[in-house]
């Protein structure tokens, strides 16, 4: 089948990759023209395991193909996914204005029955509002061009996207019309053949389902920090109430791991968005505003934690931060931790030495320039470096080379030997009997 992918970023470029990588003809398309030539030239613009070698196959072989042109890409295809960002408006609410601005364009070029896919997260009622803004391009242009418009929330996690997409929980649809439901459910059948995960249901369902699943996955997180900050209360080991709790089939070991709180570029927005969407529907969700309050509280831990060893004012001391990215797997650094951390160090006056895996290209765009000038922040090439004279270590993003380091050649290189483990990823004991001063979230050496 042949299909358009708007919105070349995250979603959309796996997306089209990996229906291209099923035999479909996809044709993605950016507004981001660099983003579009890099592509075009093998230059994979985000950092995900197995993305690079999928493009790079799909495109040589003809069947994944970049343009900044959304009209010529429609001319081959009558399936459109728009899958552009949904950034959070001031007030909390998803912005629409790009998903908005495609439906108008896509209304301004349809000249045969087509399905619009509404791929991006986004609130209930939304794919009305696309149908509207087609239909009002279309009969500006006084044609009457039949289109459907369906919902196809994806909920692929960054650092494992292609097997998120390639073998999917589920494949949520939420059509109106028999029609785009059949074409739907031939474009995914390449991915059901042990067994079919497409559930069907209503649009606004789908739209809900969304919103509701990222609110559970973070209400989670969100619980376990709040139990955690009363285990450092009780002198409790969250770690064992972890295990404890997690090994019950009921509750389960997934998104229960204390840390400093959830970031990304989803969960934060998300969450904002279906409390405004409660809001302007006149209800209070306390729920939800207590797992955002929570978070708020959580993103700032291992600042707390350091300034209660050290003191308000950290002038003359030097942190490493071992982890940038929002999680492991990925250079993504929207609303990471441990971008929250590096500005309240350096702005309490602390120096700041930072390693990533992967994320640190990323990391010197992001942080102002005169930082990295002037040597408030070192980003540095190799974790063990991150070390040298600092007062205390910060981890911050699990990736696996920081699961097992050298505590000894460790405090060798540090001026004094502490450690703020913002993911629980030590054994207090070791760490302890190695020399060091340890700091978990809920949970001390
Ligand atoms: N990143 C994730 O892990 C994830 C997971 C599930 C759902 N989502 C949702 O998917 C959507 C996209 O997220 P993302 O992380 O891929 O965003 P992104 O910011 O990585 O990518 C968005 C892309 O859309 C392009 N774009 C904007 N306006 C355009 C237009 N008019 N025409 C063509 N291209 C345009 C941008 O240039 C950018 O490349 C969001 O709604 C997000 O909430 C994201």
Same mark, same amino acid.
């Given at each position: 089948?042949?299909? @358009?992918?708007?919105?070349?970023? !995250?979603?959309?470029?796996?997306?089209?990759?990996?229906?291209?990588?099923?035999?479909?003809?996809? @044709?993605?398309?950016?507004?981001?023209?660099?983003?579009?030539?890099?592509?075009?030239? /093998?230059?994979?613009?985000?950092?995900?395991?197995?993305?690079?070698?999928?493009?790079?196959?799909?495109?040589?072989?003809?069947?994944?193909?970049?343009?900044?042109?959304?009209?010529?890409?429609?001319?081959?295809?009558?399936?459109? $996914?728009?899958?552009?960002?949904?950034?959070?408006?001031?007030?909390?609410?998803?912005?629409?204005?790009?998903?908005?601005?495609?439906?108008?364009?896509?209304?301004?070029?349809?000249?045969? !029955?087509?399905?619009?896919?509404?791929?991006? @997260?986004?609130?209930?009622?939304?794919?009305?509002?696309?149908?509207?803004?087609?239909?009002?391009?279309? /009969?500006?242009?006084?044609?009457?061009?039949?289109?459907?418009?369906?919902?196809?929330?994806?909920?692929?996690?960054?650092?494992?996207?292609?097997?998120? $997409?390639?073998?999917?929980?589920?494949?949520?649809?939420?059509?109106?019309?028999?029609?785009?439901?059949?074409?739907?459910?031939?474009?995914?059948?390449?991915?059901?053949?042990?067994?079919?995960?497409?559930?069907?249901?209503?649009?606004?369902?789908?739209?809900?389902?969304?919103?509701?699943?990222?609110?559970?996955?973070?209400?989670?997180?969100?619980?376990?920090?709040?139990?955690?900050?009363?285990?450092?209360?009780?002198?409790?080991?969250?770690?064992?109430?972890?295990?404890?709790?997690?090994?019950?089939?009921?509750?389960?070991?997934?998104?229960?791991?204390?840390?400093?709180?959830?970031? /990304?570029?989803?969960?934060?927005?998300?969450?904002?968005?279906?409390?405004?969407?409660?809001?302007?529907?006149?209800?209070?969700?306390?729920?939800?505003?207590?797992?955002?309050?929570?978070?708020?509280? &959580?993103?700032?831990? =291992? $600042?707390?934690?350091?300034?209660?060893? $050290?003191?308000?004012?950290?002038?003359?001391?030097?942190?490493?931060?071992?982890?940038?990215? =929002?999680?492991?797997?990925?250079?993504?650094?929207?609303?990471?931790?441990?971008?929250?951390?590096?500005?309240?160090?350096?702005?309490?006056? *602390?120096?700041?030495?930072?390693?990533?895996?992967?994320?640190?290209?990323?990391?010197?765009?992001?942080?102002?320039?005169?930082?990295?000038?002037?040597?408030?922040?070192?980003?540095?090439?190799?974790?063990? *470096?991150?070390?040298?004279?600092?007062?205390?270590?910060?981890?911050?993003?699990?990736?696996?080379?920081?699961?097992?380091?050298?505590?000894?050649?460790?405090?060798?290189?540090?001026?004094?030997?502490?450690?703020?483990?913002?993911?629980? &990823?030590?054994?207090?004991?070791?760490?302890?009997?190695?020399?060091?001063?340890?700091?978990?979230?809920?949970?001390?050496?």
């Amino acid at each position: 089948m042949q299909l @358009t992918v708007v919105g070349t970023g !995250y979603v959309g470029l796996v997306t089209g990759t990996c229906f291209a990588e099923m035999g479909h003809h996809v @044709t993605c398309v950016d507004i981001d023209a660099n983003k579009v030539a890099q592509l075009e030239q /093998g230059i994979i613009p985000i950092h995900e395991p197995g993305l690079e070698s999928l493009v790079k196959a799909n495109h040589a072989e003809g069947r994944l193909k970049f343009t900044t042109s959304l009209a010529d890409a429609m001319r081959d295809s009558n399936i459109y $996914f728009i899958a552009v960002g949904t950034p959070p408006g001031e007030d909390g609410s998803a912005d629409l204005q790009h998903v908005i601005g495609v439906a108008k364009e896509i209304g301004k070029n349809l000249t045969d !029955y087509a399905v619009v896919v509404d791929k991006s @997260t986004v609130p209930v009622g939304t794919a009305d509002k696309v149908r509207e803004a087609i239909a009002g391009e279309l /009969g500006i242009r006084g044609v009457g061009v039949p289109f459907d418009v369906v919902s196809n929330p994806e909920f692929l996690k960054e650092g494992a996207a292609i097997e998120d $997409f390639m073998k999917p929980d589920r494949i949520v649809i939420g059509a109106e019309s028999d029609k785009a439901a059949e074409l739907m459910g031939r474009l995914y059948a390449p991915f059901n053949r042990s067994y079919d995960r497409t559930i069907f249901m209503g649009i606004r369902d789908a739209e809900m389902t969304k919103y509701a699943a990222n609110a559970m996955l973070a209400t989670k997180i969100s619980f376990i920090n709040e139990i955690a900050t009363l285990c450092d209360l009780l002198d409790v080991d969250v770690e064992n109430v972890r295990r404890g709790i997690g090994s019950d089939q009921r509750i389960g070991f997934h998104f229960i791991y204390p840390g400093c709180g959830y970031g /990304g570029s989803c969960f934060p927005k998300d969450v904002k968005a279906l409390v405004h969407t409660a809001e302007s529907n006149h209800f209070q969700p306390t729920l939800l505003h207590a797992v955002e309050a929570r978070n708020q509280a &959580q993103r700032r831990i =291992l $600042f707390d934690k350091i300034v209660m060893r $050290f003191g308000a004012d950290l002038k003359g001391t030097i942190f490493a931060v071992w982890g940038l990215a =929002l999680k492991p797997g990925t250079d993504d650094m929207r609303e990471a931790s441990a971008d929250v951390l590096i500005r309240m160090l350096i702005e309490a006056g *602390a120096k700041v030495r930072a390693y990533d895996p992967v994320a640190m290209e990323v990391a010197r765009d992001l942080f102002p320039a005169d930082w990295l000038k002037d040597g408030r922040l070192s980003l540095v090439d190799h974790q063990y *470096a991150a070390l040298e004279g600092v007062d205390a270590l910060a981890l911050v993003t699990e990736w696996k080379p920081f699961r097992s380091p050298d505590f000894i050649a460790m405090k060798k290189l540090m001026a004094r030997p502490l450690i703020f483990d913002g993911r629980n &990823q030590y054994h207090p004991p070791e760490v302890v009997e190695a020399g060091f001063e340890y700091f978990g979230i809920g949970r001390r050496g």
